[in-house]
């Protein structure tokens, strides 16, 4: 087997592609790489590789043999030129703004982002001379009346966290190309790539949040950037080699490699369960209002059929008596984990409003569609028959239906 042939299937080029066994003694999993620095064999060679001008390695904060091997899977599982790897999917988002970003420069971004995302661009980078400007990128002429020369990036989930909104990327990419140099970038979390291909669609750098359904097993907090190799050079120089230095430790790379292996399998099973519990959940008495777009009443259901190959395995919903049910819901649950996170075996469940989006004050929350009630779940990998069991509990014991 060529190990990176691209003819091969996604999830037969999750476990083989970018290693090279025979250079490892046939080692069936790659070696850990235990060094944080790389004898160089000459003063000149040491000089050529921080110039650039000649591969190899140089410090583990820059890059590492085994983070390298994750970067080049990746790379070839997103159908990019090349990857960057970082200690988080925070590290992977201030590395790529902190790099592309200077005072006077303006980032157009969606309304609903990760409340982390959301405290970074709207709170601080103003604090810094850069311009944030919101909207709601299922809308793009709202998207338009925003963009202008000083413009420099576009940034937005899709699937959003918490509430679900899908964004069009070919649109949006089509739109900002045509009116801007602006550069956009989609961070694609709640799909890996096994469900979303963004670059595909005409985006310029995918985000991802490896700590989630890519790594898959809840062990690991780990980022990554996918994209041009020109831009992914200059990040891996500037971002994270100088301004950030959220570099990931090499095994953390060894264990994101590994969860890999099963991202196939894993991610069919996840939207099978989430599938069957979604449509459930939405006939139930209890439920008000349930956000997943395998649903036909999403509202953009035939969006999700367009660009994504399954509707992911993240369920949002509303109970009837909101905030104050929610909270009760959760609290009742005993397979579900309360737990920020996602994407992990086991099934998790939170209070955005309380939690994962606390970092928005309530007001803003309002602004940018994120409701006080709403219960975020993750579904994980048990039988969904037990799942469904422990939210039928849960449901009847708070509303004694
Ligand atoms: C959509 C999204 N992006 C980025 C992040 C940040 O990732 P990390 O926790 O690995 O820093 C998260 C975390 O929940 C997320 O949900």
């Known amino acids: 087997m060529t190990p990176t042939a691209t003819t091969y299937d996604f999830s037969t080029r999750a476990i083989h592609s970018a290693y090279d066994r025979q250079a490892h003694q046939g080692a069936l999993n790659p070696p850990v790489f235990w060094s944080s620095t790389f004898a160089f064999e000459s003063a000149a060679q040491g000089a050529a ?65 990760y409340g982390c ?40 989930e899709t699937p959003a966290n918490p509430n679900m909104r899908l ?49 898959g097993h809840g062990d690991v907090i780990a980022g990554a950037l996918l994209g041009s190799a020109e831009l992914m050079q200059q990040v891996r120089m500037q971002g994270l080699k100088e301004l950030t230095g959220a570099c990931l430790s090499p095994m953390d790379a060894y264990l994101v490699l590994r969860g890999m292996k099963t991202l196939a399998v894993r991610m069919e099973r996840h939207c099978q369960s989430a599938q069957w519990i979604a449509e459930r959940l939405a006939v139930h008495p209890a439920v008000a209002q349930v956000y997943y777009p395998g649903l036909p009443s999403h509202p953009q259901h035939s969006l999700c059929q367009q660009q994504m190959k399954l509707p992911g395995a993240m369920i949002a919903f509303e109970l009837q008596g909101g905030v104050d049910e929610g909270i009760r819901f959760i609290d009742a649950l005993k397979l579900f984990t309360c737990a920020v996170s996602l994407g992990d075996a086991e099934s998790l469940a939170q209070h955005p409003a309380s939690m994962t989006h606390s970092t928005y004050a309530p007001e803003e929350r309002a602004q940018h569609l994120i409701t006080e ?29």
């Open 49 to 113: 590789r921080f110039a650039g001008t000649e591969p190899g390695m140089i410090y583990s904060r820059v890059t590492n043999p085994t983070v390298q091997m994750l970067e080049a899977r990746l790379a070839e599982l997103e159908g990019a030129q090349a990857a960057l790897a970082f200690g988080s999917g925070m590290g992977a988002i201030t590395s790529l703004i902190w790099t592309l970003l200077r005072p006077g420069d303006e980032l157009l971004v969606d309304l609903t982002l």
């Open 117 to 156: 995302t959301h405290s970074l661009v709207n709170h601080f980078l103003p604090q810094f001379g850069i311009v944030t400007r919101a909207v709601d990128f299922t809308q793009p002429h709202e998207l338009l009346s925003q963009l202008n020369h000083k413009t420099r990036l576009v940034l937005f």
């Open 167 to 215: 964004a069009d990327i070919k649109a949006v990419a089509t739109l900002v190309h045509s009116h801007s140099s602006a550069l956009v970038a989609v961070d694609s979390t709640y799909c890996s790539p096994y469900l979303q291909q963004p670059l595909t669609l005409g985006a310029d750098v995918v985000i991802h949040s490896l700590t989630k359904y890519i790594n």
């Open 373 to 401: 009630g709403l219960v975020r779940l993750s579904i994980g990998l048990e039988s969904a028959d037990d799942l469904w069991c422990d939210l039928q509990q849960a449901l009847k014991r708070q509303h004694r239906l």
